[in-house]
């Protein structure tokens, strides 16, 4: 196989003796200079899925699918394992018989194809592609040019040729693709290296090879310009054109209209376009200035992690007590190395010894995120985040650092599956079952580091003056380094204490009897000798604020739980801090390391049943001020009375900066209130919650959190509670999931328990979400009718705030079926009953939807003039959500007056509003406006783009109507192929909470 040069050597030379393959044409593989016999063109499939894994497991299921794809026969799984066993005789035809095999490996159901850097040419091909993109963006064009060169030479024909089914199709139009912008990429640095006319030829064929990708036909515009052949430049364009309309009703986008204008002008052609630069996250904690210890660990871990592993992705696992530093010593070891990894560093703290571990969506969406994919595009299944995870990993060197794994299952979805990268893993047991990791059991610290340790944290002269002391200190601890580090934070904030004091402290002999144990025991006693040293208001402040369950606890919040002032809660917090049983990761908050708020749970407490209630109640009352800052009227009145007063929330940005920071506690408060068994306020600290709409970006583990409390108040019988709850998960389901066939029997429980408690605004909102639900569902036909008859039903039922918003509503209806003369009337009369109420947010709503009834009607200037309105309420009044809301009628009435540049501006910021938050009724919207307003403005290709996901999204929430709508759209106006998946994979089923 070709080696690369000089400026592209990233491919090291190829074991010797190792096989290596081609996927670039007909499938072939070689043993030094032997051809291998491949078998069958099945044989030949199983083989290139596991090589385009690229080292990663496959999972048997996964093989059979593709082969057999959807029609497996019953033999399927011993034909897979046929294919494999000889498989194995053709890589390893020296192994002997009861020998392990070493290339085609077993991984539980799984195999693994492990080969060493550079051994298939379609994973050696696109990693160079990706290594091209990142010599361009350093701007050493000359290396990316010779890099994309050496990436095209390796193409022997069609990929994957002669091998039958979806899976080799979908490959072959990938890797098809691959090489087609590998070339579009070559010829333009071509273009910007050297002169343009020997170019021509090649630019000419590949164009008229595909006459509709008009990347190339711009290639072909500006070579042709650069050489001084404007009039054949003008033909080309104006032939493009006449394809393009004749081919797809399209105009050319706007980088070939550019290109036209400056022909007509006879401008300088402009240079070629860079590529975007890539995303690279840089996710680890900061270091520990004062790190001792483990210097030769630290040099094998570095030289490990650095070097790569012909046989899979280098990986460690580091194992040991708590508190002996696991997690310093792999952030330690990550920082020391991360410039080996260019490509960024991500990390993930697993949770792995909570009751709760963090679960394998949150964290691959959080990896996800850092990489650069947008919040909309996330997939909802673990599975697929997982698949998009490695795939994004394929062509980079990421460092991956997993902290306190709970076990194998827990780690598996988060591993890369190509040698690019490196993964760093810390837990508590060895997980021995990882294949392929190297396993380091983690010892205590030698005596002269802990010295050491205790010298930097409490002061070198001071450790130096009284060494036998600090000797015995170290000893006393034994030489853990969390109770080290908690020895030497109290010296260090007690300058006039001897060593010889705690020394003492220390000799204690349970104490001593406990470190010398081994296991989890051993931690909890490790953490008892700060524990003892407690004054009583700080021991109770540690034992109270580890039972609310809180990721970060606010210093308002631990005043609330400890019952005191502001300033004596900070005073009693620091103490913590100091003696590390807390930590401050940003002022006035605190968080527990895991394993110490295990330990704090153990200890009594006798007012430990009264923690969580009081930041139920803490929070509850910041809910109701943020309500009164927002201005919304939902839960208005209706929630219970408090003893605190909550936080300041001075305005409506405090208020969802607020609620962006304490979203993931609220959620952890549900919890830790449905296992302490207090659930009324919780029911209602839940309600008030997703009253506000803006559900930020895990609707699906709020939603769980809600689930929790609500069995555990029908456990207790308690029915307003349960009322409470069920509304509440209902219209989380609805608004926020778009799971409107389950939401519909938890609204229609509530609602029968609120009319038995006689609760008539906690019914009202269950028909409110009901009767929406039933729109959304309707046929378009019936839609109009079912408005109707549900706004006469809603008529003088004597609950203003469900009148009003179910008039909102249904002027948003009559809208989408194009009836703005009564949507026009429900949200005028909206308007004027929100005005007299004071429903502020409603108000907000019935004005946006006025203007968008007067924008259909044709009277542009009173409507921008109403929505201009409504967006200012919006901003001045509301959460972040409401102003996505407000953007997209505006961007529609500035689309119908004329005035594009505006409203595609506007609609693209509601869609990026919108796709951050969790909604599911007006994202649609936004995605449709925006669609039209770049269509408007000839952006054929964008536009293409965005009302694709618009057709996703639709799907996604059941709406076949509009996906039929847009199917058409793009097929008639667009020319879009009628074979394309206009719908995605969504529309298979409605997806789960747990997939959000």
């Not at 090589?51 to 699918?65: N, R, S, T, W």
């Not at 938050?917 to 269509?935: E, K, P, S, Y």
Request: glycine share 8%.
């Amino acid at each position: 196989m070709r080696q690369v040069g000089p400026a592209g050597s990233v491919i090291r030379e190829r074991t010797a003796g190792a096989p290596s393959f081609t996927l670039l044409g007909a499938v072939r593989g070689r043993l030094g200079a032997r051809e291998l016999e491949l078998g069958s063109p099945q044989r030949r499939l199983v083989l290139a899925v596991l090589l385009l894994h690229e080292g990663g497991p496959v999972e048997l299921d996964d093989l059979v699918d593709a082969v057999w794809g959807d029609r497996p026969p019953g033999q399927a799984v011993q034909g897979i394992r046929s294919h494999v066993a000889n498989l194995r005789r053709v890589l390893e035809p020296e192994r002997a018989a009861r020998q392990p095999a070493g290339l085609l490996i077993s991984v539980g159901r799984a195999y693994a194809l492990r080969l060493p850097a550079g051994s298939v040419d379609a994973v050696l091909a696109g990693t160079l592609v990706e290594r091209a993109r990142r010599s361009e963006h350093a701007g050493d064009k000359a290396a990316a040019r010779e890099q994309l060169a050496a990436a095209l030479e390796l193409w022997q024909g069609s990929p994957l040729a002669g091998l039958p089914g979806p899976f080799a199709e979908r490959h072959r139009e990938r890797l098809a693709e691959l090489r087609l912008a590998a070339q579009e990429r070559r010829l333009a640095l071509d273009l910007a290296l050297g002169p343009a006319e020997p170019l021509l030829p090649e630019i000419a064929a590949l164009s008229a090879e595909h006459p509709l990708r008009e990347g190339l036909r711009g290639l072909h515009l500006t070579a042709l310009h650069r050489a001084g052949r404007r009039a054949e430049a003008l033909a080309v364009y104006a032939r493009t054109r006449s394809e393009l309309v004749a081919e797809l009703g399209v105009e050319p986008g706007a980088d070939l209209a550019r290109l036209h204008r400056e022909l007509l002008r006879d401008e300088p052609p402009p240079a070629p376009a860079e590529p975007p630069a890539p995303v690279i996250p840089a996710q680890l904690p900061a270091d520990l200035v004062d790190f001792t210890g483990h210097a030769e660990v630290v040099t094998q871990l570095a030289a490990r992690l650095r070097r790569p592993d012909p046989h899979g992705v280098p990986a460690v696992v580091i194992s040991g007590m708590g508190g002996v530093g696991k997690s310093s010593l792999a952030i330690h070891v990550a920082h020391r190395i991360r410039d080996h990894f260019p490509d960024g560093q991500l990390y993930a703290d697993l949770h792995g010894a909570c009751s709760a571990p963090a679960a394998a969506d949150v964290l691959l969406g959080g990896f996800l995120r850092g990489l650069g994919v947008p919040e909309g595009e996330l997939p909802a299944a673990v599975v697929d985040r997982a698949a998009l995870l490695r795939s994004l990993l394929a062509t980079r060197r990421v460092l991956v650092v997993l902290d306190d794994a709970r076990d194998v299952d827990q780690v598996r979805p988060l591993l890369p599956g190509t040698t690019g990268t490196a993964v760093l893993i810390t837990s508590r047991t060895a997980l021995s079952e990882l294949s392929g990791a190297h396993p380091l059991r983690l010892p205590v610290l030698p005596r002269d580091d802990a010295l050491r340790l205790l010298a930097k944290i409490a002061g070198p002269e001071r450790i130096e003056a009284q060494l036998a002391a600090a000797h015995r200190a170290v000893e006393g601890c034994g030489f853990l380094p969390l109770a080290v580090r908690i020895v030497g934070a109290r010296l260090a904030a007690r300058p006039g204490w001897s060593v010889a004091r705690i020394s003492d402290r220390l000799a204690d002999q349970r104490s001593r009897l406990a470190l010398l144990h081994v296991g989890e025991l051993t931690v909890a006693r490790a953490f008892q000798l700060g524990y003892d040293q407690l004054n009583s208001a700080q021991a109770r402040a540690f034992r109270l604020l580890a039972r609310i369950g809180i990721p970060e606890i606010p210093l308002a919040v631990c005043a609330a739980v400890l019952d005191c002032t502001l300033e004596r809660a900070e005073e009693i917090c620091e103490a913590l801090v100091d003696l590390s049983l807390l930590d401050t990761p940003r002022p006035d908050r605190y968080r527990f390391h895991d394993l110490i708020r295990l330990f704090a749970l153990e200890q009594p407490e006798p007012e430990g049943a009264a923690a969580v209630p009081r930041a139920l109640d803490h929070y509850l009352a910041t809910l109701n001020r943020l309500h009164r800052v927002f201005r919304s009227s939902a839960v208005r009145d209706c929630l219970l009375p408090t003893t605190a007063s909550g936080s300041p929330i001075a305005d409506n940005e405090a208020g969802q900066a607020w609620l962006d920071l304490e979203r993931a506690n609220l959620i952890a408060l549900l919890r830790a209130a449905a296992a302490a068994g207090v659930v009324r306020v919780a029911a209602d600290v839940a309600w008030a919650l997703v009253s506000l709409s803006d559900l930020g970006t895990n609707p699906g583990e709020t939603l769980r959190a809600l689930e929790a409390v609500l069995h555990e108040a029908e456990s207790l019988g308690d029915r307003p509670a349960q009322a409470r709850l069920l509304a509440a998960a209902g219209g989380l389901q609805t608004v926020g999931l778009g799971q409107f066939l389950a939401a519909v029997p938890r609204l229609r429980r509530a609602r029968t328990l609120a009319e038995t408690e006689g609760n008539g605004r906690l019914r009202a909102w269950a028909d409110v979400y009901l009767t929406l639900i039933d729109w959304h569902l309707a046929p378009a036909a019936e839609l109009a009718d079912r408005v109707a008859a549900a706004v006469a039903a809603f008529d003088g039922t004597g609950v203003p705030w469900a009148e009003c918003i179910l008039r909102v509503a249904a002027a948003q209806a009559y809208l989408a079926v194009g009836a703005h003369e009564p949507a026009g009337s429900q949200a005028e009369a909206a308007l004027r009953l929100a005005s007299r109420a004071g429903f502020g947010e409603i108000e907000a709503f019935a004005m946006q939807e006025a203007g968008a009834a007067l924008s259909e009607a044709g009277e542009h200037d009173r409507a921008l003039e109403f929505c201009t309105a409504a967006l200012r309420l919006a901003r001045s009044h509301g959460p972040r959500l409401q102003q996505g809301w407000a953007l997209t009628p505006l961007a529609r009435a500035n689309l119908n007056a004329g005035h594009l540049e505006a409203a595609e501006a506007q609609a693209a910021e509601a869609v990026r509003i919108l796709t951050g938050c969790a909604d599911m009724f007006n994202r649609g919207r936004a995605l449709v406006t925006h669609g039209r307003a770049l269509a408007a403005l000839h952006r054929t290709d964008e536009a293409v783009t965005v009302f694709l996901r618009a057709c996703r999204f639709y799907a996604r929430i059941r709406r076949r109507d509009m996906v039929d709508q847009l199917r058409t759209l793009l097929i008639t106006d667009f020319g879009v192929p009628p074979d394309t998946d206009f719908s995605g994979t969504l529309t298979r089923r409605q997806p789960s909470a747990n997939e959000y």
